[in-house]
């Protein structure tokens, strides 16, 4: 049995495996500029974000219908599941389906799908993130939300990603405020390519309650303090990392330093399809090449429901913890 965990940096786009991509292809109609899976997964080799990105929104010409969101949002719980992940906080990106004349409705009734069943059918708690693209305009961030409004009772709470230099925080206070009165929960992508002070503005612009990555904080130790003083959680994504060069091994990744200084780290996969692995892959990969020993893998676990937005269900975070507290290391997977 994998040690119990949350996950709370998944873009569900990001988990289009290259044979649901072929199969969605065939089931719609679209022609991907490529002759088989073989040869889609040789373009996985990214230099930077944008590379990557690039080829994330290629792929999601194929993601049309409810049932296409369902099958990807089901898939992905299935493997999150044996990963050993109990609870999920997922991203999804509207405006990259908005963009191709898919209505926000389609894509947020297909999640629920998966997700409304998901308890039942992989024993994962779930909530729902939307992003906004932070390389698209503040205007139409709030357009998107407004496009959300009628269903806000299956969004937890806002985020935002996509390409991250020049486009600071600041550029989105009018709808982290808007959404801050509808009662949404806020984090934001931060110090993943981008400056520190990104991260700093994250929090007292847009009031984000979680970093997402937030690497680059250790660049500047007053920052690090604060976020150690304010228990602010990050969600770092060790094997995205390298993948998009932030790192350039695993075992230069700052997480062991960043445990050492006392911030409040989780360990998560952000499109694991595209990065070589799922969640316990990542703690797999990072166990190995920092040396992490038993006990920091459970504090990465604990973490991971502390961080987790269950302020409304207690008792649940609770039993996830004691699941962690009882986890008996073996020769499994962790
Ligand atoms: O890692 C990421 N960073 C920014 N935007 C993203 N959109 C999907 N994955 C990412
Ligand atoms: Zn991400």
Request: net charge negative.
């Amino acid at each position: 049995m994998p040690l119990p965990k949350a996950e709370l940096h998944l873009h569900v786009e990001g988990t289009l495996e290259p044979e649901l991509a072929f199969e969605l292809a065939a089931r719609n109609g679209v022609r991907l500029p490529y002759a088989d899976t073989d040869e889609l997964r040789k373009a996985y080799q990214f230099e930077d974000l944008q590379s990557f990105l690039n080829l994330y929104y290629e792929l999601m010409a194929v993601l049309r219908t409810e049932q296409d969101f369902a099958d990807l949002a089901d898939a992905y719980l299935a493997r999150a599941a044996a990963q050993g992940v109990r609870h999920a906080e997922i991203f999804f990106d509207p405006q990259a389906h908005i963009a191709r004349g898919v209505p926000m409705g389609t894509v947020v009734e297909g999640l629920w799908r998966a997700l409304g069943r998901s308890e039942e059918n992989h024993g994962v708690s779930t909530r729902l993130i939307m992003c906004f693209l932070r390389d698209e305009s503040a205007d139409s961030a709030l357009e998107t939300l407004e496009a959300a409004r009628p269903y806000l009772d299956r969004i937890t709470g806002i985020g935002l990603d996509s390409a991250e230099v020049g486009h600071p925080p600041v550029k989105f206070r009018e709808v982290y405020e808007a959404a801050a009165a509808l009662g949404l929960r806020r984090v934001a992508h931060a110090g993943e390519e981008g400056p520190p002070e990104y991260i700093t503005e994250a929090l007292d612009v847009l009031g984000v309650e979680r970093v997402d990555h937030g690497l680059r904080c250790m660049e500047d130790p007053a920052l690090v303090e604060r976020l150690v003083r304010d228990r602010v959680p990050l969600t770092l994504c060790p094997l995205s990392n390298v993948r998009l060069r932030a790192v350039d091994v695993l075992a230069d990744h700052p997480l062991a330093a960043m445990l050492d200084a006392g911030l409040l780290c989780t360990v998560n996969s952000d499109d694991p399809a595209y990065f070589g692995g799922y969640v316990a892959d990542n703690y797999h990969a990072v166990r190995d090449a920092l040396g992490l020993a038993k006990e920091q893998m459970r504090e990465l676990a604990r973490n991971s429901f502390r961080a987790s937005f269950l302020e409304d269900d207690e008792e649940r975070r609770a039993r996830y913890l004691a699941e962690v507290d009882a986890y008996e290391f073996g020769q499994a997977v962790p």
